[in-house]
C-alpha cells in the first residue's frame, strides 16, 4: 500500500458542501493579503483550510498554524479520518491510495502583526510538514503598511 501524503492545501473563508458531495471554497486567499487595523484593533478573521491527502486505510492528522519564526501556534487541530469504501476502492483501483478532501472548519485568527502564517500538516504523528503560506500585511486606515517598528 501506499504511504499517505498531503496533496495541497488552500486557505479559505468557508467550505460548504453541496448536495451532491462536491466542497465549494470560498472567498480563496493567494498573494499577499491585506488586513486594515481601525481605531488601534488589530483584525481577527475566520479562517477554513481546505486539504487534501493520499489514504489507504485510516489515517491520523494533525494541523497547526503559526507565524514564521514563532513555535507556539495560532490554532491546532487533531483528528482521525475514516476512508470508507476501502474495499470498493480497492476493487477498483488495487492497494492504490485514493485522494481525500479534509475540510477544517472556520478557525478565528487574530492577525496581530504582518508577516508568514504558515500552516503545517503531520500525518500519523510523523513530521510536520509545510502546507501553505499566508502573507499578511497590517495596514492602517490609509491603506499604509504597519510594520513592528510603526507604533
Avoid at 502573507?135 to 513592528?148: F, M, N, S
Wanted: aromatic letters at 12%.
Amino acid at each position: 500500500m501506499q504511504e499517505a501524503r498531503f496533496l495541497n492545501a488552500v486557505f479559505c473563508d468557508d467550505i460548504r458542501q453541496e448536495a451532491n458531495g462536491k466542497f465549494l471554497l470560498v472567498g480563496v486567499y493567494g498573494g499577499v493579503t491585506p488586513f486594515v487595523v481601525e481605531k488601534g484593533e488589530y483584525p481577527k478573521q475566520f479562517l477554513s483550510v481546505y486539504a487534501e491527502a493520499v489514504v489507504s486505510q485510516e489515517t491520523k492528522f494533525s494541523f497547526k498554524l503559526q507565524i514564521q519564526g514563532e513555535e507556539k501556534p495560532l490554532f491546532a487541530i487533531k483528528g482521525v479520518l475514516e476512508v470508507e469504501r476501502t474495499q470498493d476502492f480497492h476493487m477498483l483501483f488495487g492497494d492504490r491510495a485514493v485522494s481525500v478532501p479534509l475540510p477544517i472548519d472556520k478557525r478565528l485568527v487574530a492577525f496581530k502583526t504582518s508577516g508568514t502564517y504558515e500552516l503545517f500538516g503531520a500525518i500519523d504523528e510523523g513530521e510536520w510538514t509545510k502546507l501553505n503560506e499566508l502573507l499578511v500585511v497590517l495596514e492602517d486606515e490609509e491603506g499604509r503598511p504597519i510594520t513592528p517598528a510603526t507604533p
